[in-house]
């Protein structure tokens, strides 16, 4: 018998040859498929006038009709954009994780936990050749595009997050850093001890810096809460109020550290967000209350999901100048900490995203993609266009040639992303461009999965290049470095 995680999903697609609306929708739904998907939903088109039983058992009564799982998902016509938001919610609530991959998530987590804390103590170097430290304009934009995908994403990644801080590496530095957490039996102590040891973990340290926030401070401390402010969190320090909080995942994280320490259910809201207005972020840690498992929100309407989206590209356009500033010093992101964080913060993010769920690589790939499509650097592309002297749209082999000279122009290699670049001519059709000291893999080598993990990179390239050719290449990562390779490959064709 197949198990959640290995049987497909079932997508049914019920068309006609006289059916004016069914050519755009199947084209959407191939398209959000086509990203990654085909593993995972099976799709099948069914023309109501050659099976007619299939069309009665559905009680099919308008045309296109999406089935997904023996459910109708949408009947009729609708626009592009609410057909291609409608499959990713309707998928995202089919993929859920199997305890299989939860182990395998364990065991990676390890891994990098290991790496990471020799490069935190300086014992070892992950990226010789770029160093452990990079742009914290990655992370949030990383985070942002994401976040702009849909309104369930902030839900996803407190999930995540919770993962992470049940076997990550958060718990460990936690122990280092205040010993007699793990030593102390009584429960009431041990809560108040964990508290402190919090405080240490967001502090801008000597040792174990990750450099994820300034400081943090137990503004509040009851038996069964903590209430921790902490400013400068690399995930909000955005310097625009982007609408809601940003910082789901740290809160996720936070839950799950608790669980791990205190051996009891936990939950983390997030109360105040320097993202949304506020001078710090305050989170509410709160263990042995009548439990609420995190809900789903409510599916927002289509025009909110719009206005959602729309703010979100939004604000990617507006840091493109404070990063800008940033990277060339100008004007620091963040006064005390400094603008650059431990690549360990954001590779667990990788880990336990992509882990986390059958869909979550298509996730990344497209949160890739969005911004490729409309992050920062593009001025940059542009002038290097000009300067070929090629106008408008080229051709693929012109856009790969293009892509190389943007990523190992000096100013991309400012954030300190990754180290060498290269690009090789394959056939006609197919190219591969090359990366090593990737900062979303470098030292993981976790070579007990068989996964690639630089999702969210295959998508920006997919994205940058969409901008040079005119249409959306296929790109895809066909050895990663984060299950043992030296170097990431990605493939990409037309
Ligand atoms: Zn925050
Ligand atoms: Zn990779």
Known sequence: MSTPETSPIRLIMFTSKDCVYCPP??????????????????????DIDVDKESASQYHINALPTLVINDEIVL???????????????????????????????????LTITMN?????????????????????????????????????IPHFLYRAGYKLGMYGIMHHILLTLNPSLGRTPKRKMRFSKLGKALELYFSNREIYSTKIAHGAHVVEQTENTIHLKVSELASSSIGIDVGEPMCGFTAGQLAGVTVAVMGTDASCEEQICLANGGDFCLFKISIDQAFKKPTLPPLEDKDE??????????????????????????????????????????????ITLKLLDRLSGVLLYSGGRELGIFGSGKNLLYRLVEEKGSNGIVSLEEGISL??????????????????????????KTYHI??????????????????????????F???????????????KEIKCQGNGNDICIFEVKI
């Open 305 to 350: 999901r719009t206005i959602r989206k729309q703010n979100f590209y939004e604000v990617i356009h507006e840091t493109t100048k404070i990063i800008e500033d940033s990277l060339l010093m100008r004007k620091a992101q963040r006064h005390n900490a400094g603008d650059f964080i431990h690549i360990s913060v954001i590779q667990p993010i990788i």
């Open 116 to 152: 990471s804390i020799d490069s935190l103590n300086n014992t070892s170097i992950l990226r010789p050749s770029v160093g452990d430290y990079a742009h914290i304009s990655t992370y949030q934009l990383n985070l942002l595009s994401l976040y702009s995908l849909d309104p369930l």
């Open 403 to 428: 892509l190389y000279d943007y990523l190992t122009h000096p100013t991309s290699h400012l954030s300190r992303d990754y180290g060498r670049v290269r690009s090789i001519k394959i056939d006609e």
């Open 434 to 459: 090359e990366i090593e000291e990737n900062l979303y893999v470098s030292g993981m080598n976790v070579t007990n999965l068989d996964k690639t993990f630089c999702d969210f990179q295959a998508g």
């Open 461 to 475: 390239f997919a994205g940058r290049l969409q901008i040079l050719i005119g249409t959306e290449p296929q790109v």
């Open 75 to 109: 009947e009729g016509g609708m626009e592009d954009e609410a057909v291609r938001d409608l499959l990713w919610s309707t998928l995202l609530n089919y993929a859920f994780t199997s305890g299989e991959t939860e182990e395998l998530m364990k065991s990676a987590l």
């Open 25 to 46: 929708v199947e084209s959407i739904v191939r398209e959000v498929i086509g990203s990654g998907m085909q593993e995972i939903v099976h799709v099948s088109t069914i």
